[in-house]
């Protein structure tokens, strides 16, 4: 099952979906391309509520904190 999602991030790459690549990503815990991703999208874009979640799922708190900071639905408290 793997492989064939190792394929499809190659066919949601070159398809350029990237709903679908951050969940390929997520399910074969390839949380280094997930970091590219955050990198590469747009401030404010929709998807990074989603890879924030994804990250926070599994403990990896400061990834998540530089994806809700991008989007702007990070609240600091002083």
């Known amino acids: 099952m793997a492989h ?37 999208l747009p401030e404010n874009h929709k998807l990074l509520p989603e890879i924030a979640a994804m990250f926070m799922t599994v403990g990896m708190c400061n990834q998540a904190v530089d994806a809700y900071i991008k989007v702007g639905k990070l609240i600091l408290l002083s």
Do not use: H, I, P
């Open 4 to 40: 064939f999602r190792q394929q499809a991030v190659t066919y949601y790459v070159q398809g350029r979906n990237q709903e679908r690549l951050a969940e390929c990503y997520y399910v074969l815990e390839d949380y280094t391309g997930l970091e590219k991703m955050v990198s590469s």
